[in-house]
């Protein structure tokens, strides 16, 4: 059968930054997650994708910021596409432009954006009509956090138990009323990873001492981090997202070898955050797989934690943002 699909299909998705982490595979060819966690899906860094079909190619093509990907990032995006291709019943190469309006592959979450984008655009190229679950699992088979990027605000991953992976997808978290904004400090001599998170996560589960006991933590921590953010209470808040952001690199950094991602200014700007936080500004710290640092706050006080943070020796040009929307189709390229 030839996939019938829109000429160009337009996608839009924002990337989203975990209040309690994901650190760790229960398998690793289906993407399944050993533990669920939360994020918050974030307006500021975004990602738009447009696919059109080329039946005339024998492979697909793309550009990311207009320059052609790698030979590695083309054979990765191409195994993503196989799988809608397969449930479209079709062999049609595509060819893909994704821009974004934030530096990827710098450890700022532009996987999950890049999946999730990619998985709303293919699928309407191709003619399909998915809905959120399965737009979910899609992009999880891209990358674990893309899934949660299918929704916006508040979003929980569920870890599931089936072996196909048909029960490990994103649910957006409906009524938590807390006004809720961030602030990305991006350390400003960041290059590439130096380690990716697939490749970081797996030594962490074969050789640190404190995976079991992490993984053991993560429900518990996703109860409390509902809890606490229903109840607005920021002392509650910074306890669970700070103590499961450092849980998880203290366990990436138990591995052998150890994992560290932090920079100088990592630990500056985690010490300027605890300073605000003493000083009555409701805050607090997140660190994903790289060196960048993500401070959680209400709108009221974004520009006083974005000032502080500016600051800090070695932290970038910092990124404000506000809760974002779930991925969807668009009209046109920015
Ligand atoms: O989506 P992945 O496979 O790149 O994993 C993301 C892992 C962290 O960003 C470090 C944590 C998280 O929950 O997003």
């Keep these: 059968m030839e996939a019938k699909g829109s000429d160009v299909a337009i996608a839009t998705a924002c990337a989203n930054i975990a209040l309690v982490k994901y650190w760790g595979k229960r398998e690793g060819k289906l993407n399944l997650p050993a533990a669920g966690s939360v994020s918050l899906t974030l307006d500021a860094l975004r990602t738009w994708t447009s696919v059109s079909l080329s039946p005339e190619h024998r492979q697909d093509v793309m550009t990311i910021d207009d320059q052609a990907v790698s030979e590695a990032v083309l054979a990765r995006t191409s195994r993503f596409v196989d799988l809608i291709r397969d449930l479209a019943g079709s062999k049609t190469r595509v060819s893909i432009r994704s821009k974004s309006n934030f530096p990827t592959a710098a450890g700022l979450a ?8 990619l998985a709303v655009a293919v699928s309407d190229a191709f003619g399909l009509s998915l809905d959120g679950q399965a737009l979910s699992i899609l992009a999880r088979r891209g990358s674990g956090s893309a899934a949660r990027s299918i929704f916006g605000g508040f979003v929980r991953m569920h870890a599931g138990e089936r072996a196909d992976g048909t029960d490990a997808f994103a649910t957006p978290i409906p009524g938590l009323s807390i006004p809720m904004a961030a602030v990305v400090a991006p ?146 390229m920015p």
């Design 110 to 117: 532009s996987s999950a954006s890049g999946f999730a984008a």
């Design 187 to 332: 350390a400003a001599k960041a290059g590439p990873k130096a380690i990716g998170s697939t490749e970081g996560m797996e030594q962490t589960r074969m050789t640190s001492p404190y995976y079991d006991a992490w993984i053991a933590q993560v429900d518990i921590d996703i109860e409390e981090s509902l809890s606490s953010l229903e109840a607005r209470d920021w002392d509650r808040i910074a306890q669970v997202v700070e103590g499961s952001c450092l849980a998880m690199h203290a366990n990436a950094m138990a591995a052998r070898p150890g994992i560290v991602y932090f920079q100088g200014s990592t630990l500056l700007a985690m010490n300027v955050v605890r300073s605000l936080r003493h000083a009555g500004v409701p805050v607090c710290f997140t660190v994903d797989a790289g060196p960048h640092l993500v401070a959680f706050t209400e709108p009221d006080y974004q520009d006083r934690v974005a000032n502080a943070l500016s600051q800090v020796p070695g932290v970038g040009d910092v990124i404000k943002s506000s809760s974002g929307e779930g991925a969807h189709l668009v009209g046109r």
